[in-house]
């Protein structure tokens, strides 16, 4: 049980760090740079003449947004299905604990049930 526990920390420390990494990815750690594409992006729009350059162009950011979001969905599942089996891996790593700590208190008090109720019976056998 030792090493099935010991598998099983192992699983969930390698699913928390690939867990961390995706989620790095995605923070915006140079807002200018974001900023300045975005402003590159404007001005790109802004320089259209021709109203059939704008529309293919629309179109080619609405599939690439599409193709983004997809990619995104599929990350999340993933994400998702990942923190579902840390969450059984940790379940299964508290359950036994808690249970040798509930043998731990019947057996303690399985002993001091004895000892109180020997003493009660020596104490009946001493008055008569």
């Keep these: 049980m030792r ?14 760090f690939r867990l961390f ?6 923070v915006d750690l140079i807002p200018n740079y974001t900023m300045t594409f975005v402003d590159e992006e404007i001005s790109q729009v802004d320089r259209f003449q021709n109203l059939n350059e704008s529309k293919e ?9 599409q193709k983004i979001n997809k990619e995104r969905s599929d990350t999340a599942n993933s994400q998702l299905m990942m923190i579902v089996v840390l969450v ?3 379940l299964f790593s508290i359950f036994p604990a808690v249970q040798k700590i509930r043998n731990r208190m019947s057996s303690t008090q399985t002993k001091i049930l004895k000892q109180k ?9 001493d008055s008569k």
Excluded: P, W
Aim: aromatic residues 24%.
């Design 3 to 16: 090493y099935i526990r010991r598998f099983l920390i192992f699983i969930s420390l390698v699913l928390f």
């Design 21 to 26: 990494a995706q989620i790095f990815n995605e």
């Design 57 to 65: 162009y629309s179109k080619s950011q609405i599939y690439k947004y």
């Design 88 to 90: 059984i891996i940790q």
């Design 117 to 125: 109720f020997s003493a009660e019976i020596r104490t009946f056998a």
